[in-house]
């Protein structure tokens, strides 16, 4: 099989994030297919995220100082050994073949990134609401074109792509580093598949957030993409449906948090808000 002569480093940038970080790397440890290497990027963590990293073996540690989840992932895409560049947060949980899939989806040659769709499982029905996520996302890879994207929760990229577009991708924090270097990579000529069954566990957190910090977070969407003249619809589709989410869900989370620690114990929960990840404040 062509994929197993693929090397793949998984990269996951890390700010304070010791509540999840165990969860995330006991997954990539149940992966039936190892990753070749796992890098965990402390980004000035003043927590025990850097001791939680230790307690995994195959865990390559590295540091970035400057601050925000770009530089951090820059970072981890430099020092990356493998021909595959997986990206994945902290909260993130992996399902078990992810590594297997994402070798498979690569075996193209033509394609130069994959991305794919995530399920919150902190958040109602976890086993079934990434629908949503689906829907969204595949209706905008379909029928939107000139909407490029990347999710940092779920992609993989090949190695020597990210170094033939690295030096061009914006460095901006009022946007969103995956988004702007899908971007790049649609401009370069460069394929993104998006694989419907690529999917990754993600923490909904960001509904703790107030309205205004919502707002502003979602608000960086449309501003990556205008940022490089886009202009389509489909940029509102997504802050639509995130927006919506946020007005029905964010009223009931207290209680839902809860009932939720009844029954999924063992499931990493923050009842705190998830830091702007392009400055962590």
């Not at 020597?160 to 914006?170: E, G, T």
């Not at 919502?214 to 990556?224: E, K, L, N, P, V």
């Not at 990493?268 to 400055?279: D, G, Q």
Request: aromatic letters at 12%; a positive charge; proline letters at 5%.
């Amino acid at each position: 099989m062509l994929y197993k002569s693929l090397t793949l480093t998984i990269v996951i940038p890390v700010f304070n994030e010791q509540d999840h970080l165990k969860a995330c790397l006991s997954a990539i440890a149940a992966q039936t297919v190892a990753p070749d290497e796992v890098i965990v990027v402390d980004n000035n963590s003043s927590d025990d995220s850097a001791r939680v990293a230790a307690q995994f073996p195959f865990v390559r540690l590295v540091k970035e100082k400057r601050q925000g989840v770009l530089f951090a992932k820059n970072r981890g895409f430099r020092a990356a050994s493998g021909d595959i560049i997986g990206r994945i947060d902290a909260d993130t949980i992996l399902p078990p073949r992810w590594v297997q899939q994402v070798k498979e989806l690569m075996s193209d040659e033509a394609t130069a990134a994959v991305t794919g769709p995530v399920n919150y499982y902190d958040m109602p029905l976890p086993d079934s609401n990434y629908h949503l996520d689906h829907w969204m996302r595949s209706s905008i890879y379909n029928w939107s074109p000139k909407s490029p994207f990347l999710f940092g929760s779920n992609m993989a990229i090949r190695k020597s792509v990210w170094r033939a577009v690295s030096a061009d991708i914006c460095h901006d924090t009022y946007m969103h580093e995956d988004l702007d270097l899908a971007i790049h990579l649609y401009r370069s000529g460069h394929r993104i598949t998006y694989a419907g069954h690529l999917i990754a566990g993600a923490s909904g957190r960001r509904y703790n957030d107030s309205p205004l910090r919502f707002y502003r977070y979602i608000s960086m969407y449309r501003q990556t993409y205008l940022r490089h003249g886009l202009h389509s619809l489909a940029i509102y589709t997504a802050t639509g449906v995130y927006s919506l989410g946020y007005i029905l869900l964010h009223p009931w989370l207290k209680f839902w948090y809860r009932l939720y620690g009844l029954f999924w114990p063992l499931v990493p929960l923050t009842r705190s808000a998830r830091k702007n990840p392009m400055n962590n404040i």
